[in-house]
């Protein structure tokens, strides 16, 4: 009987028997934390490329922007000196063909060919000017002497594996 009891015993000491069980809860706790820092590293590692693909966009838009303004002021500038080379298309810069093809840009220098210019204020934007002819309303009067006509302005800014495209409309008497 004696015998008997002891081994009851036994079985029942086994059964309470808690060692180890921190070990257990550790780890699972160990577990969880591991899992929320490699979640949390996955997102900083996206919201940094994020960051970094909204930067290059905005120093595209405005190196675009920046061209733009550049034809807008060439534009100004040769209508108050010589209007004739608008008139004329003289210009590289100015044309009649579809701009908004990025196909149809060629600012390389080469061939004579070239639709575009490359900005004189940054080698990685580019500017070009479509003559949409004589704004509506405008007079087609001969004895005017002046006729105001309407431009698209285009620039591209393309930077760091990025390009960024803007078109301005723009009206200029002359």
């Not at 309470?16 to 069980?21: H, Q, T």
Request: aromatic content about 6%; charged content about 25%; overall charge negative.
């Amino acid at each position: 009987m004696v015998e008997r009891m002891k081994s009851m015993f036994k079985k029942k000491m086994f059964i309470k028997n808690e060692e180890g069980s921190a070990i257990v809860v550790a780890l699972m706790i160990l577990m969880v934390v591991t899992i929320i820092g490699v979640s949390s590293s996955n997102t900083t590692t996206v919201e940094l490329q994020i960051v970094r693909n909204d930067g290059i966009y905005k120093q595209n838009l405005y190196l675009a922007e920046a061209a733009a303004q550049e034809a807008i002021q060439r534009i100004w500038n040769i209508s108050r000196s010589d209007p004739i080379l608008l008139e004329d298309k003289t210009p590289v810069w100015l044309n009649t063909s579809d701009m908004k093809n990025i196909d149809n840009w060629d600012d390389d220098g080469a061939d004579g060919n070239d639709t575009a210019l490359i900005s004189s204020t940054d080698p990685d934007a580019s500017l070009a000017v479509v003559d949409a002819g004589i704004a509506a309303g405008g007079s087609l009067d001969i004895s005017s002497e002046t006729n105001a006509h309407d431009f698209a302005v285009y620039g591209i800014g393309n930077r760091s594996n990025g390009r960024v495209f803007i078109q301005i409309g723009y009206r200029e008497r002359f």
